[in-house]
């Protein structure tokens, strides 16, 4: 089985620049997660999709963070604009249903200059 | 969520086992212990959960002692690509909207 791709693998910008980051997850899996990992921290969760609903997304800085998952599928997290302490690695997970193990991808690592 | 108490660290020696212990002293009925483990530059990795009973599967040991108050994950013959960074938390079963809420896991350094 495939696991969830990420892209892209490293991104570079500057502060106040837009950034996006895209998940494909596990075929048929329902549940999608974005989380954030600042260096020597564990992952913080940003927000929870069930299909295209949203679940949580109580840890989502809402005034420059959005994601969406429109079709139920493919799941795209944008920044804009970028602050310094967004710098951090982005991880997508998926599993088939909320209550099941979390598979995570190998996340897109940002860098705010 | 109930929080959980590891220690930052640990060394083990190659092929010995590897017991990594959690304590979760506030862990609800509903609430199952969870372990995942982070290889340097990769996403996190799922490895074992358990509610009450002891579960085994191909990569480890999962240890819950009787009152469910601490955990021991146990990898029975650690080799060098078992180092990294290992995460126990406890999540709600039955809440579909409970996060799994990662602290700051003990990094595992197994030794030659």
């Known amino acids: 089985e495939a696991g969830v791709a990420q892209s892209p693998r490293y991104k570079i910008i500057e502060k106040r620049q837009s950034v996006a980051f895209w998940c494909n997850p596990i075929s048929g899996h329902a549940t999608l997660y974005w989380y954030q990992q600042i260096l020597g921290q564990g992952p913080k969760l940003l927000i929870q999709f069930q299909n295209n609903g949203v679940v949580d997304d109580s840890q989502l800085p809402k005034d420059r963070f959005s994601a969406e998952r429109l079709k139920g599928v493919d799941s795209t997290l944008k920044i804009q604009p970028a602050k310094l302490e967004d710098s951090a690695v982005y991880l997508c997970?998926?599993?088939?249903?909320?209550?099941?193990?979390?598979?995570f991808g190998d996340g897109t690592r940002l860098s705010i200059l | 969520d109930a929080k959980t108490t590891q220690p930052p660290s640990m060394d083990c020696a190659e092929g010995r086992a590897a017991n990594l212990p959690c304590n979760h002293s506030?862990?609800?009925?509903?609430?199952?212990v969870y372990w995942y483990r982070q290889i340097h530059s990769q996403g996190p990795q799922y490895i074992i959960h358990?509610?009450?009973n002891n579960e085994t599967n191909e990569m480890a040991s999962l240890i819950i002692t009787e009152d469910r108050k601490s955990s021991t994950l146990i990898l029975p013959h650690a080799t060098l690509r078992d180092t990294a960074v290992y995460y126990c938390i406890v999540r709600d079963y039955n809440n579909a909207g409970n996060m799994l809420t990662f602290g700051g896991g003990t990094r595992l350094m197994v030794k030659p």
């Open positions: 997970a998926s599993s088939s249903r909320w209550n099941q193990p979390q598979h």
């Open positions: 358990g509610l009450k």
């Open positions: 506030t862990i609800s009925g509903n609430e199952y």
